[in-house]
């Protein structure tokens, strides 16, 4: 079946550090793969997505390019804000299904 | 920015009793989710719904679940003889597209509590 896996967290910065949150995945065909943040006491929002290999999603400085040869979508930022601070949720989505399956979430805390 | 918005936030409930989530998805959007995430787990898929019908399931969306969209704007997931085990977050959530390359766009979440 599709699964995602994230690094564990929760992953302390401190601001201005660099960012990267690991994401692989296992799936059939070619899935469409997102990342969603999480804010306290709010819902999962969009942050970026890639639809197929070599793709690079990109907002908000973050970035994450779809490899198929390592089936990864790792999430990177050049410089973390105290504002990043959130759940981060790798997730798949493969062509002919309509769930999406995410990872456990990573939680981020920036600290100035 | 039109948004998913879910209502009650809370919902405190006796086991054994029928819950009615409810949701609003955006306007122009042709396909409706929810999800679940118990406390410290995985956001979990458990249905989707396009032109008034179950276009998938999970294995976690048996008997005790519906979903109904009964009139043009709301979206209604209702679980049967509550457990203490459906203790969760269920999130509503809304896509222009079927998932591929459409993104899904979530609300803030009903937290249900089972007591």
């Known amino acids: 079946g599709n699964s995602v896996t994230q690094m564990e967290g929760p992953v302390t910065l401190s601001e201005e550090a660099f960012l990267t949150i690991n994401c692989t995945y296992t799936a059939t065909g070619y899935p469409s793969l997102f990342w969603y943040v999480q804010y306290p006491g709010e819902g999962l929002q969009l942050l970026l997505k890639a639809t197929k290999a070599d793709d690079k999603g990109s907002n908000k400085g973050f970035e994450a390019t779809y490899r198929k040869e390592t089936t990864s979508f790792h999430l990177e930022k050049g410089s973390v804000q105290v504002s990043d601070s959130a759940v981060y949720f790798c997730?798949?989505?493969?062509?002919?299904?309509?769930?999406?399956?995410f990872g456990k979430g990573t939680h981020l805390i920036i600290q100035p | 920015e039109p948004e998913v918005t879910q209502t009650p936030s809370h919902q405190v409930t006796q086991m054994g009793q029928e819950v009615i989530l409810r949701c609003v998805p955006i306007?122009?959007?042709?396909?409706f989710y929810w999800y679940r995430q118990i406390l410290g787990q995985k956001v979990e898929f458990l249905v989707s719904f396009y032109n008034n019908e179950i276009s998938e399931k999970s294995e976690i969306f048996d008997d005790q679940f519906s979903v109904e969209r009964p009139d043009g704007s709301n979206f209604t997931l209702k679980i049967r003889s509550t457990k203490l085990e459906d203790s969760a977050m269920y999130f509503c959530?809304?896509?222009?597209?079927?998932?591929?390359?459409?993104?899904?766009?979530f609300g803030d979440g009903t937290r249900l509590s089972i007591l």
């Open positions: 997730a798949l989505s493969p062509r002919r299904a309509d769930g999406l399956t």
């Open positions: 959530a809304s896509s222009q597209g079927a998932t591929g390359g459409q993104p899904q766009h």
């Open positions: 306007s122009n959007h042709l396909y």
